[in-house]
């Protein structure tokens, strides 16, 4: 037998509660609508066969090292990849974008290339968030 409330008899903390998985699901699916914008590495670079992305993210202008990664992209993997987040907890429109850079090696047919980037969002001292420094190597097919 189920038991029927009324709003008054409700818990006080369950309306909080839903607004806020609200906006965890609402930014869950942007992230996945993202996901499915970007393609394939195959679609959009169908010359390519491989890339090997070597990935050191530091805090802030510190040098600090705070992640390192290597990421492999073959035909089938997503180009979301290549958008590398940034780690600070309240960076809104920050991150990394390596697409363009891809593009450009892909269009001058170079097979490796190295780089810095600095995250777009700043602090309230002007300082930007965190950098990452990568090592780009590109397969032909």
Request: glycine residues 10%; hydrophobic residues 35%.
């Amino acid at each position: 037998m189920a038991i029927k409330t009324s709003e008054k008899e409700k818990p006080a903390g369950k309306k909080g509660r839903k607004n806020f998985n609200a906006g965890k699901n609402a930014r869950r699916l942007e992230l996945i609508q993202k996901k499915l914008d970007a393609g394939l590495l195959s679609e959009r670079f169908p010359g390519v066969s491989d890339i090997t992305i070597h990935i050191i993210q530091f805090y802030g202008i510190t040098g600090q090292v705070f992640m390192e990664r290597t990421v492999n992209m073959v035909p089938g993997s997503n180009l979301y990849l290549l958008h590398i987040p940034c780690m600070e907890g309240n960076c809104v429109n920050g991150g990394f974008d390596l697409t363009s850079r891809i593009e450009e090696m892909v269009r001058d047919k170079k097979k490796s290339g190295k780089g810095k980037m600095l995250c777009e969002e700043k602090d309230g001292s002007g300082i930007s968030h965190a950098s990452v420094s990568y090592d780009i190597s590109i397969k032909y097919s």
